[in-house]
């Protein structure tokens, strides 16, 4: 949980698994074990983002390619390298386009911590249009603390409020647009983000407000929804023993699912695309994951 954002997790992760290759000890074979074991370990981390397995996969692609051990090692940190290019590449131009899509005076709302739509954001106030943000705080961990804050730093005017008040902004504050990261999307255009995602969205859909998810083609999978693994994290985030009362069990599902008709379009870094077209488009040329 120190790294947040599937972008920065998958390129921390692919980088973390080659220099896993190249510090491992022995002969090719040790190295494609290393590998598997390294790659098994750092997928159980996060099981619910795709970016996840389409980091670490090139990684391993590279060392069961590779003829001896010290190509292994060059092609597995080189592998890394070229995956953190794809994710800039496709960001930069994320945040381009969906810039695009919000005019002067645009009142946007968020939820979570995606570098992408921080990115988007801090492209169209660079642009000159005064936008404005409304930012939920995203229990249980906080992590629209970090958005606000990133956005306040980059001088855009932010509000910080509880994730139940996403609602009453969307229907009391005039917002006319809301912008999300993604973890997932599965094949048939559903959206996996941080919990609380498929609230908002059902109310933005109410209000007529556009609702659009920041997704790089590295985050879609052909796998249907239904076997995209919610993840379960530490009861503590909730509430530590010594705030709960004897008895209290917690549930703590970090991530949900947003179904394709609530999603008015996916900015790629191949456009901003509708569900299924964003779909497909991505998986045209995605490599298939071991
Ligand atoms: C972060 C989260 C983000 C997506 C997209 O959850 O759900 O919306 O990962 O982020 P967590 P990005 O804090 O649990 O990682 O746009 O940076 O890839």
């Known amino acids: 949980m120190r790294i947040r954002g599937a ?6 992760a692919a980088q973390a698994l080659a220099d896993h290759v190249v510090t491992a000890a022995g002969g090719l074979e040790a190295l494609r074990q290393a590998v598997v074991a390294g790659a098994e370990r750092l997928r159980a981390t996060r099981p619910t983002a795709v970016s ?4 670490l996969a090139p990684v391993v692609a590279a060392v069961f390619a590779a003829p001896d051990p010290e190509v292994a090692r060059r092609d597995a940190r080189e592998a890394a390298g070229v995956f953190a290019g794809r994710v800039r590449a496709a960001q930069e131009e994320i945040a381009r ?3 695009d899509l919000l005019p002067a005076g645009a009142r946007v709302l968020t939820h979570c911590h995606s570098t992408a739509v921080v990115d988007i954001l801090a492209a169209a106030y660079h642009a000159g249009r005064c936008i404005e943000v409304w930012t939920d705080e995203t229990r249980p961990f906080w992590q629209g603390r970090i958005t606000s804050r990133a956005l306040a730093e980059a001088g855009i005017p932010v509000t910080l409020m509880v994730d139940s008040a996403a ?14 990261g993604a973890d997932t999307v599965a094949g048939d255009g559903s959206l996996f983000n941080k919990v609380g995602t498929a609230a908002v969205a059902l109310s933005a859909q109410e209000c ?4 659009h998810a920041a997704a790089a083609t590295y985050k879609f999978t052909s796998e249907p929804a239904g076997s995209i693994r919610i993840e379960e994290r530490d009861p503590d985030e909730v509430a ?6 004897a008895g209290v ?3 703590n599902p970090v991530f949900d699912r947003t179904p394709p008709d609530r999603v008015t379009a996916y900015i790629t870094e191949k456009g901003v695309l ?3 077209e964003a779909v497909r488009a991505a998986l045209a040329d995605l490599e298939v994951t071991p």
């Open 240 to 245: 530590a023993p010594g705030e709960r009362a």
């Open 52 to 55: 996840l397995r389409h980091a």
């Open 7 to 12: 972008a920065a997790i998958g390129c921390s």
């Open 208 to 211: 007529g407000v556009p609702f």
């Open 167 to 180: 609602h009453s902004a969307l229907t009391r504050l005039d917002i006319d647009h809301v912008l999300v």
């Open 274 to 276: 509708p569900p299924m």
């Open 97 to 99: 386009l969906g810039a």
């Open 249 to 251: 069990r917690v549930w």
